[in-house]
């Protein structure tokens, strides 16, 4: 059981728009607490897809953005393509654990 | 080019300990944090812990304390984690990562090719 809640799975065509949610609570992003996005390839190493929130990393295309609003935040990928698929997850710090805490990761397919 | 070159697979038994090096290259050792990330085999990310290499201060995931011990040796550039008492749920692959600098909790920026430790009998 995660403390951070993500769907397990999320699925679009090519070229369509898709949104992967990141649920917390007040002791995480609640509280203030930066959110940080993953891309994992298969067979490969997580890679940071945005970080605070909505900063993307050189390299990252715009295509790809992240917000965040109370106690949840969102990552959204438009224009999809092939090379999207892969394990997304989030990451934030929980004051109540002291400690950083990752979503169950969502598996987005490809059409 | 940062690197971070862990050490090979390791095979324990129930019980047994396990210790995994992390070899730092290319930035300045002591100019960011290194923590340690597991993934068992088909699922997701699970954070293990945190160390200063500039001042040796640690943080563990609080279902590990008193398992896990994060520890850096400054001459070798080199970061170790110590998992004891190994049960079978601790089969995983464990990564060495580095932490980013600026914010009050950067993102995990680089990371280790991952060592898989196995628990079996």
């Known amino acids: 059981q995660s403390v951070l809640t993500q769907p397990p799975s999320v699925s679009g065509a090519p070229g369509q728009r898709v949104t992967i949610s990141c649920i917390g609570s007040t002791s995480n992003i609640g509280a203030g607490n930066d959110v940080h996005w993953y891309q994992q390839l298969p067979g490969t190493t997580p890679k940071v897809l945005i970080y605070?929130?909505?900063n993307r990393p050189s390299g990252v295309p715009d295509r790809i953005s992240g917000s965040k609003s109370g106690t949840s935040a969102s990552l959204v990928i438009t224009g999809l393509q092939a090379e999207d698929e892969a394990d997304y997850y989030c990451q934030s710090y929980d004051n109540s654990l002291d400690g950083r805490v990752f979503g169950g990761g969502t598996t987005l397919t490809v059409l | 080019q940062v690197q971070l070159v862990q050490s090979g697979d390791e095979v324990k038994k129930p019980g047994a300990s396990v210790k995994v090096s992390c070899e730092a290259s290319?930035?300045?050792?002591?100019?960011?944090?290194i923590t340690w990330v597991r993934q068992a085999p088909g699922q997701g990310l699970e954070w293990v812990g945190w160390i200063s290499p500039h001042n040796g201060d640690t943080k563990y995931a609080r279902k590990l304390v008193g398992r896990v011990t994060l520890t850096t040796d400054r001459s070798t550039k080199t970061a170790y984690m110590e998992l004891r008492g190994l049960i079978s749920d601790d089969t995983a692959m464990y990564y060495c990562?580095?932490?980013?600098?600026?914010?009050?909790?950067?993102?995990?920026?680089?990371w280790g090719q991952g060592t898989l430790v196995t628990v079996s009998s």
């Open positions: 290319g930035y300045t050792f002591t100019s960011h944090g």
């Open positions: 990562v580095r932490i980013a600098v600026g914010g009050a909790r950067p993102p995990f920026d680089y």
């Open positions: 605070d929130n909505n």
